[in-house]
């Protein structure tokens, strides 16, 4: 019995998966598919699938929260991939911050071996780390057991199926039969590796429980045309699956089709097994073919994207910083990382598995850049920091400045501090809106001070102008005018007020009337000279114009030292005609000029007395 029983197992074995001797493709795809529905039996609960958020953008303290949103919102078993993910990102962001720690340690004079970080967000990290691993094991621990005691309560009932066919009771067994059928489907999953050869023993035993069953042969006859139907049914549904385009929809939908009909589903009568069985298995070729093309396609264009990918990273790892000196060349730097980047992601989105090696390799070469531009910041901070030191010292300047009623000199230093800010580089962010503000502030304030004082003194200087011109006008009038009426006219004059520069010409008017009358008085030159001098010097006292007063003194001295060299020339002449009477005419000459030279110097000298005596 027993040996018949074996024989017909393996027969039904064949029947089911072909003949041992020909293994061809079909039987090939048939068993990839039973394999995937054995190892998604054991991991049903590991179905769902969790968003995969930019944990490459977190900082620490948002991927110890994102672990710990995971461990409270998901099932343990869901969170592996991306729990893995974030390890990676905590582990190579807390490795940085721990060698730029080190670094700072050692360059403050510390000893390596003294080192010490302690980091409160990564003991909360640790902390949510262990209860995860703790939660997964205990989590698969229990699954271990489980599918353990459903191996054992599924050979229980196989046992219980080869007990009922030996026992042979034609009045119960059929109901016997339908009950642990109906058991054995509410077992749940068993360790994938005893999955199809536990079923294969169930079916082989249900298969010889119809066999017995030709004593009530309606039961059995009832039995395998419903269950024909329904594999027929599931046929149909294979077969269809074909035409969709979903080809991973098609593929889960085929592995529960084979659930169905090896779990849900009993035999058929030995007449159908074999077609039926060939039409699903042809069914399941073709699906079967058709991934296994989608994903040479798909492994095809993964290739495409790695390469699009590395040779990115190459170009970023490969980019040159060493020539950056600057603050704008860093943000030029930046802008073409930030532009590779860009390019990088959308290149395009690979699976897990093969983009975890591309994504470790582009890290490294951002890694390397940031390095860099770490650097550079770092020693830009105390740049940054000394030209915020420059820029308080000339915001307390143009503060003190402010109010000051010394025009001139105030305006002069706020220009130059104004010129003096703009070649003094940048300050920490976090101050600069407000040292601007305050050094704008000031600035603006005295500005509009000296701007107000302006407007009050163009209409000031506008009244001098046309006092001054209608004065000007009734002194071309007089006919004639004695010497105290011409002193008193520039006295008067001055009284009125100084010209503003853009109207000095009327002053220049003035001067030349006050010569001309007093070249109508009966005066010497030198007088006439002298007043005409000292009219000019004193429209300059006037009007504050030290630079002419100080070009007038040289000028003055200028035309004495000629004065002097003509006179000494002359009378060298002379010598050379020494035997010559006083009455010769060439002498009479030289002496002539020589007087003349003697009393224009006279005048110079008067002329430097006066302006000696000036005090400006």
Same mark, same amino acid.
């Given at each position: 019995?027993?040996?018949?029983?074996?024989?017909?197992?393996?027969?039904?074995?064949?029947?089911?998966?072909?003949?041992?001797?020909?293994?061809?493709?079909?039987?090939?795809?048939?068993?990839?598919?039973?394999?995937?529905?054995?190892?998604?039996?054991?991991?049903?609960?590991?179905?769902?699938?969790?968003?995969?958020?930019?944990?490459?953008?977190?900082?620490?303290?948002?991927?110890?929260?994102?672990?710990?949103?995971?461990?409270?919102?998901?099932?343990?078993?869901?969170?592996?991939?991306?729990?893995?993910?974030?390890?990676?990102?905590?582990?190579?962001?807390?490795?940085? $911050?721990?060698?730029?720690?080190?670094?700072?340690? !050692?360059?403050?004079?510390?000893?390596?071996?003294?080192?010490?970080?302690?980091?409160?967000?990564?003991?909360?990290?640790?902390? $949510? !780390?262990?209860?995860?691993?703790?939660?997964?094991?205990?989590?698969?621990?229990?699954?271990?057991?489980?599918?353990?005691?459903?191996?054992?309560?599924?050979?229980?009932?196989?046992?219980?199926?080869?007990?009922?066919?030996?026992?042979?009771?034609?009045?119960?067994?059929?109901?016997?039969?339908?009950?642990?059928?109906?058991?054995?489907? &509410?077992?749940?999953?068993?360790?994938?590796?005893?999955?199809?050869?536990?079923?294969?023993?169930?079916?082989?035993?249900?298969?010889?429980?119809?066999?017995?069953?030709? $004593?009530?042969?309606?039961?059995?006859?009832?039995?395998?045309?419903?269950?024909?139907?329904?594999?027929?049914?599931?046929?149909?549904?294979?077969?269809?699956?074909?035409?969709?385009?979903?080809?991973?929809?098609?593929?889960?939908?085929?592995?529960?089709?084979?659930?169905?009909?090896?779990?849900?589903?009993?035999?058929?009568?030995?007449?159908?097994?074999?077609?039926?069985?060939?039409?699903?298995?042809?069914?399941?070729?073709?699906?079967?073919?058709?991934?296994?093309?989608?994903?040479?396609?798909?492994?095809?264009?993964?290739?495409?994207?790695?390469?699009?990918?590395?040779?990115?990273?190459?170009?970023?790892?490969?980019?040159?910083?060493?020539?950056?000196?600057?603050?704008?060349?860093?943000?030029?730097?930046?802008?073409?990382?930030?532009? !590779?980047?860009?390019?990088?992601?959308?290149?395009?989105?690979?699976?897990?598995?093969?983009?975890?090696?591309?994504?470790?390799?582009?890290?490294?070469?951002?890694?390397?850049?940031?390095?860099?531009?770490?650097?550079?910041?770092?020693?830009?901070?105390?740049?940054?920091?000394?030209?915020?030191?420059?820029?308080?010292?000339?915001?307390?300047?143009?503060?003190?400045?402010?109010?000051?009623?010394?025009?001139?000199?105030?305006?002069?230093?706020?220009?130059?501090?104004?010129?003096?800010?703009?070649?003094?580089?940048?300050?920490?962010?976090? *101050?600069?809106?407000?040292?601007?503000?305050?050094?704008?502030?000031?600035?603006?304030?005295? *500005?509009?001070?000296?701007?107000?004082?302006?407007?009050?003194?163009?209409?000031?200087?506008?009244?001098?102008?046309?006092?001054?011109?209608?004065?000007?006008?009734?002194?071309?009038?007089?006919?004639?005018?004695?010497?105290?009426?011409?002193?008193?006219?520039?006295?008067?004059?001055?009284?009125?007020?100084?010209?503003?520069?853009?109207?000095?010409?009327?002053?220049?008017?003035?001067?030349?009337?006050?010569?001309?009358?007093?070249?109508?008085?009966? $005066?010497?030159?030198?007088?006439?000279?002298?007043?005409?001098?000292?009219?000019?010097?004193?429209?300059?006292?006037?009007?504050?114009?030290?630079?002419?007063?100080?070009?007038?003194?040289?000028?003055?001295?200028?035309?004495?030292?000629? &004065?002097?060299?003509?006179?000494?020339?002359?009378?060298?002449?002379?010598?050379?005609?020494?035997?010559?009477?006083?009455?010769?005419?060439?002498?009479?000459?030289?002496?002539?000029?020589?007087?003349?030279?003697?009393?224009?110097?006279?005048?110079?000298?008067?002329?430097?007395?006066?302006?000696?005596? !000036?005090?400006?």
């Amino acid at each position: 019995m027993l040996e018949n029983s074996e024989n017909s197992m393996k027969e039904s074995v064949n029947e089911l998966t072909g003949t041992s001797e020909i293994v061809n493709e079909t039987t090939k795809a048939v068993e990839a598919i039973e394999e995937q529905v054995a190892e998604e039996a054991e991991k049903a609960d590991e179905k769902h699938a969790i968003p995969m958020n930019d944990y490459a953008s977190m900082n620490l303290e948002k991927l110890t929260e994102e672990l710990e949103k995971l461990l409270k919102n998901h099932p343990i078993q869901q969170l592996k991939v991306n729990v893995d993910a974030i390890k990676n990102e905590f582990n190579s962001k807390f490795g940085a $911050l721990l060698a730029e720690k080190k670094e700072a340690f !050692l360059e403050a004079g510390g000893n390596s071996i003294d080192f010490y970080f302690s980091s409160p967000i990564k003991t909360a990290y640790n902390k $949510l !780390l262990g209860e995860y691993k703790a939660k997964k094991d205990a989590y698969y621990g229990a699954l271990e057991k489980q599918l353990k005691d459903n191996l054992e309560k599924r050979n229980q009932v196989i046992e219980d199926l080869k007990e009922l066919i030996a026992s042979a009771n034609a009045n119960t067994m059929y109901n016997d039969f339908k009950e642990l059928e109906k058991k054995w489907k &509410t077992i749940g999953a068993v360790p994938r590796t005893k999955y199809n050869d536990t079923w294969k023993i169930y079916h082989h035993h249900v298969e010889r429980f119809y066999d017995f069953l030709h $004593l009530n042969k309606d039961f059995r006859e009832l039995d395998f045309k419903h269950n024909l139907e329904e594999k027929l049914k599931l046929i149909d549904r294979a077969e269809g699956l074909n035409i969709k385009e979903d080809i991973n929809e098609a593929f889960k939908e085929l592995q529960e089709l084979h659930r169905l009909w090896k779990e849900e589903i009993g035999p058929v009568s030995k007449e159908h097994r074999e077609d039926i069985w060939e039409r699903f298995s042809a069914a399941t070729k073709k699906i079967h073919d058709k991934r296994h093309e989608h994903f040479r396609l798909m492994k095809s264009k993964h290739q495409e994207i790695i390469d699009k990918k590395l040779a990115i990273v190459e170009e970023i790892r490969n980019y040159d910083t060493s020539d950056n000196k600057t603050h704008s060349d860093w943000q030029k730097s930046i802008v073409i990382i930030e532009a !590779l980047r860009k390019k990088y992601f959308d290149a395009g989105k690979l699976p897990y598995a093969k983009s975890e090696a591309v994504w470790q390799k582009f890290k490294e070469a951002t890694k390397k850049f940031n390095h860099a531009k770490n650097i550079f910041y770092k020693e830009e901070k105390g740049a940054q920091n000394d030209n915020l030191n420059k820029k308080m010292a000339l915001v307390e300047l143009a503060e003190s400045l402010k109010e000051s009623e010394d025009w001139e000199e105030a305006t002069n230093t706020m220009k130059k501090i104004q010129a003096d800010w703009k070649k003094i580089g940048h300050v920490p962010r976090k *101050f600069s809106d407000d040292v601007w503000k305050r050094f704008k502030g000031a600035c603006n304030y005295y *500005f509009d001070r000296l701007h107000d004082r302006k407007n009050e003194l163009n209409k000031e200087q506008q009244l001098v102008v046309d006092t001054k011109k209608e004065f000007l006008e009734k002194l071309e009038a007089e006919k004639e005018a004695s010497l105290d009426a011409i002193k008193e006219a520039i006295t008067n004059w001055r009284n009125l007020g100084s010209l503003p520069r853009n109207a000095r010409h009327i002053e220049g008017k003035f001067n030349k009337q006050i010569d001309m009358m007093l070249e109508g008085l009966n $005066l010497d030159k030198e007088e006439i000279a002298m007043l005409k001098f000292k009219n000019v010097v004193e429209s300059y006292l006037a009007q504050e114009d030290y630079k002419k007063l100080d070009a007038e003194q040289f000028f003055v001295r200028k035309k004495i030292d000629e &004065t002097i060299r003509e006179m000494q020339q002359l009378e060298n002449n002379l010598s050379f005609i020494s035997n010559a009477k006083a009455d010769n005419p060439l002498v009479m000459n030289v002496r002539s000029e020589i007087n003349k030279f003697k009393e224009e110097l006279d005048v110079w000298k008067l002329k430097l007395k006066y302006l000696k005596k !000036l005090d400006y």
